[in-house]
């Protein structure tokens, strides 16, 4: 983890890995009706480590576990309630199994995956706080003594759940990375939470949700376009290092619709508006698969630009 901080430091860009959920349903997975990809560990855990290993394969320094719908109020409802531990260990496993398999001896982290999302139906507001820190805190707990090398928060869409999902994660002793989904607002110009139903404003919620912890911020599972006004938000109220992966499509539950998804080229032209702006970890959310990552690792530039004054 130390070379990948180093990394960091030095202004580098490190590639990402893309989608899992949308990847394994591409490939034929059905997608549970509850916890959407997370019952994929138990019925396809061979078809999870081969979409590891084609993300190494075309050039992602870090692969996510596929642990997005894997805490426990998301896999109870699914019946899986029982088997959370030993799902999310079993992930963080898959992963470090393609890693081995398919890295050919470079550097390769994995992080283990921690998200907002709920059960059909349900609402963040829905979720007890008490209910969600111990969940949070019990899935980062698994994760981190299966072995992943840092957590990554993806999907936080409200200052509550975030807070609680960084002072869980921070308490295994890992690096904390978050992630925040975002949209337009009514007005079509400021920006603000993905959460549907209930604007609230980014720019002051990102700065009080971080203030929780973490060590790296960034804009994920939001639409390309709004990639670039929620990282402008982000690049002036975060010193550290910042990431960036978009989804492309629409979600119907249980399944991804594959509509007007961007082209590797066109997802590389956006990236590396991205990389000029700060951004330094660049990978891909839903929809987002190898052939994009393969292009972004072999084109995007090799350090982000200097900061001047």
């Not at 999907?155 to 337009?184: H, K």
């Not at 839903?286 to 994009?292: A, K, L, Q």
Request: some cysteine; aromatic content about 6%; proline content about 6%.
């Amino acid at each position: 983890m130390q070379e990948l901080v180093e990394r960091l430091g030095r202004g580098e860009v490190v590639i990402l890995d893309g989608a899992m959920g949308t990847e394994l349903q591409r490939r034929g997975v059905p997608m549970d009706r509850v916890a959407w990809s997370g019952a994929a560990i138990a019925t396809h855990p061979q078809i999870i480590r081969a979409i590891h290993e084609d993300y190494i394969r075309a050039g992602a320094d870090i692969v996510i576990t596929n642990t997005f719908g894997a805490s426990r109020h998301v896999l109870e409802p699914a019946g899986l309630g029982e088997r959370v531990g030993e799902l999310n260990r079993s992930a963080v496993a898959l992963a470090r199994e393609a890693c081995e398999a398919a890295g050919d001896g470079r550097p390769l982290y994995v992080a283990g995956s921690i998200s907002s999302f709920l059960p059909e139906n349900a609402k963040l507001a829905e979720l007890p706080a008490e209910v969600a820190r111990a969940n949070y805190r019990e899935q980062a707990e698994n994760l981190a003594e299966a072995g992943a090398d840092f957590i990554i928060l993806e999907m936080m869409m409200d200052v509550e759940n975030t807070t609680y999902a960084i002072q869980a994660a921070a308490a295994t002793g890992l690096p904390v990375w978050v992630g925040f989904s975002c949209r337009p607002a009514a007005d079509g110009e400021s920006i603000v939470f993905w959460q549907r139903g209930r604007d609230t404003g980014f720019a002051p919620a990102f700065e009080k949700a971080m203030a929780a912890g973490g060590v790296l911020a960034g804009v994920m599972h939001s639409e390309v376009e709004t990639i670039v006004p929620a990282l402008s938000i982000v690049l002036a109220r975060w010193p550290g290092p910042v990431a960036a992966y978009a989804h492309s499509g629409h979600f119907i539950m249980p399944d991804w619709q594959f509509v007007d998804v961007i082209s590797p080229e066109g997802y590389l032209a956006a990236a590396e508006q991205w990389v000029a702006m700060g951004a330094q970890v660049i990978g891909g959310c839903c929809g987002i698969g190898p052939d994009h990552i393969r292009l972004l690792k072999s084109r995007l530039p090799k350090r982000i630009p200097q900061k001047t004054g």
